[in-house]
């Protein structure tokens, strides 16, 4: 049986509220077992730097400069992973001219790329977008590849039967078909991307919610350390979610199946003696053999009867 909406919702509230509880609890009880909890500040710690900071000018700058890295650098991503995700799976030369050198690259953490960055581009900014897309580039482009790779070759016939080309066939079969295999990279992206920037802007960057984290940490404010990662992960879960909702708008063609946690499909059991039954009656052939089956039955329960 599914939960109405608002008791979902009214769950999520209280694990939230569950998880922030045991974190007040055992950071004012100065919880010492094997992790120290006594270095940790306490939520109403964390939620007195929160305030203090959100009334401040620096902390939307920061939040502005980052949301700005991370939207150019992913809508970058979104735009290269795709294109070269179809190319490389469309088209064998285009595989074997990029295949070698982007398998080789793949592997390389994009924070690792911090130095390639300030030798290339002339400012901290733009090598943190180039860092950025980097980092959610090669999930969209892996995705994209195998979901187009994935593609049944039956739609791609039909189109060149009915005289569709080149463009047709990647319009109407291609892209559609790929589509959920291309979110599926985009949702991966996205938290990569979020990774990776702040790393950037913690040793590269002048503004930002990584840059000013990592000067909390130097400064030993661990309040504002707390702060920082409060809105990241905030900041992380509402552009996931957005990339999550327009995936599903834009594949509203596609089946949904309602998610049941622990619901089992019940199979009918079928019952044969009633067939029998009715087809001993119906037939006068089979009389004798449906009255030699009732006997029997019968012999079988008095031997029970006489075992008890």
């Known amino acids: ?68 890295r991370i939207l150019t650098g992913f809508a970058l991503a979104a735009v290269l992973g795709v294109a070269t995700g179809v190319l490389v799976a469309r088209s064998r030369l285009a595989e074997d001219l990029l295949g070698p050198v982007l398998e080789v690259v793949r592997p390389i953490p994009a924070i690792a790329l911090v130095p390639v960055a300030i030798l290339l581009f002339p400012s901290n900014e733009q090598g943190i977008v180039f860092i950025t897309c980097t980092a959610a580039f090669f999930p969209v482009l892996v995705s994209t590849r195998h979901a187009v790779r994935a593609l049944t070759p039956v739609w791609e016939e039909a189109v060149r039967t009915l005289g569709g080309g080149r463009l047709r066939i990647l319009g109407s079969v291609v892209l ?41 940490y130097t400064v030993v404010n661990y309040p504002g350390v707390f702060v920082g990662m409060v809105t990241i992960g905030l900041l992380g879960w509402v552009t996931s979610t957005a990339v999550e909702l327009l995936g599903r708008r834009l594949t509203r063609w596609l089946p949904r199946t309602s998610y049941v946690p622990g619901g089992r499909a019940r199979t009918p059991v079928p019952r044969l003696a009633a067939p029998v039954a009715v087809k001993a009656e119906g037939n006068p052939e089979n009389q004798p053999e449906a009255q030699h089956q009732g006997h029997d039955e019968r012999e079988q329960g008095a031997r029970d009867e006489h075992l008890v």
């Open 176 to 216: 559609p078909g790929a589509l959920p295999g291309i979110f599926g990279g985009l949702s991966v992206g996205i938290g990569v991307s979020w990774i990776c920037v702040i790393s950037a802007e913690m040793i590269s960057g002048q503004y930002g919610v990584g840059y000013r984290t990592w000067q909390d």
């Open 1 to 68: 049986m599914t939960r109405r909406p608002l008791a979902r919702y009214a769950l999520r509230a209280v694990s939230l509220a569950s998880a922030l509880g045991l974190w007040q609890l055992l950071t004012s009880l100065d919880v010492d077992l094997w992790l120290r909890f006594s270095q940790f500040p306490t939520v109403t710690d964390v939620a007195r730097a929160f305030a203090d900071r959100v009334s401040g000018a620096d902390y939307w700058t920061d939040l502005t400069d980052s949301l700005t």
